[in-house]
């Protein structure tokens, strides 16, 4: 089993996860985040005052997958995300030793 942690632009997300859907995806978490990686922040104007924002609001998604599921999220990830831009984000793949579903206490890939 692979645990698929990735990091993309918040307005990317709707598209993402429709393509997630599509490609077979049963669950996601879902969480909003914010940090920065050769984009190092950004300046903006708030009421006529400059700042600099060292953390810009990203999006993280998080995925339980099968071993044979894994490529197929991650490449489904990288093209629905990718705006050919700087700051498109990035896609973490993890090894992941178990799981158990609470409510049955199913493990492994049944409780995905």
Same mark, same amino acid.
């Given at each position: 089993?692979?645990?698929?942690?990735?990091?993309?632009?918040?307005?990317?997300? /709707?598209?993402?996860?429709?393509?997630?859907? %599509?490609?077979? #995806? *049963?669950?996601?978490?879902?969480s909003e985040v914010k940090g920065f990686g050769r984009q190092k922040g950004q300046t903006e104007i708030y009421r006529g005052a400059e700042y600099t924002t060292n953390m810009l609001p990203k999006v993280k998604i /998080?995925?339980?997958?099968?071993?044979?599921? %894994?490529?197929? #999220? *991650?490449?489904?990830?990288?093209?629905?995300?990718?705006?050919?831009?700087?700051?498109?984000?990035?896609?973490?793949?993890?090894?992941?030793?178990?799981?158990?579903?609470?409510?049955?206490?199913?493990?492994?890939?049944?409780?995905?």
């Amino acid at each position: 089993m692979k645990y698929i942690v990735s990091i993309i632009k918040p307005f990317r997300l /709707e598209h993402v996860r429709e393509a997630l859907s %599509a490609a077979g #995806v *049963a669950g996601m978490t879902i969480s909003e985040v914010k940090g920065f990686g050769r984009q190092k922040g950004q300046t903006e104007i708030y009421r006529g005052a400059e700042y600099t924002t060292n953390m810009l609001p990203k999006v993280k998604i /998080e995925i339980a997958t099968s071993d044979d599921m %894994a490529p197929k #999220v *991650a490449e489904t990830i990288q093209q629905a995300a990718s705006t050919e831009a700087i700051g498109d984000g990035k896609i973490f793949v993890f090894d992941l030793d178990s799981v158990t579903r609470i409510r049955t206490g199913e493990t492994g890939d049944l409780a995905l």
